[in-house]
């Protein structure tokens, strides 16, 4: 069993910037696959980011340009570093650990308002 905890959330205004971090317990970290995944209100859970345990990153057309995805295996550490913040980027963020199972963190909070 991985725990996976995410750290960083809070309140920003708009245009600002935050940065998420996630920390797994695992001592194979780089051998997984890691994923940032976002869920507002009234709304389903939705891919933002990813990176493989070869450091290719993927995201979601609506964060490309303002988020970026990176990984710090010797801390088994994954970091979500979100740049021009804007109100529909409200939600609760969760950490996602994905090899042969899948593991989720509880999520923190991210609101974006004036």
């Known amino acids: 069993q991985v725990q996976v905890v995410e750290f960083g959330g809070g309140l920003v205004q708009p245009g600002g910037s935050l940065r998420l971090s996630c920390v797994a317990s695992?001592?194979?970290?780089?051998?997984?696959?890691m994923d940032w995944y976002r869920q507002a209100p009234g709304k389903q859970r939705e891919l933002v980011a990813g990176?493989?345990?070869?450091?290719?990153?993927n995201y979601a057309d609506s964060v490309k340009g303002r988020f970026t995805i990176s990984r710090d295996n010797a801390k088994n550490t994954v970091y979500l570093q979100m740049n021009s913040l804007k109100p529909e980027d409200t939600a609760v963020y969760y950490c996602?650990?994905?090899?042969?199972?899948?593991?989720w963190g509880q999520g923190t909070q991210v609101t974006v308002s004036s």
């Open positions: 695992t001592s194979i970290f780089r051998l997984y696959h």
């Open positions: 990176i493989t345990s070869g450091g290719s990153t």
């Open positions: 996602n650990v994905r090899g042969e199972s899948r593991y």
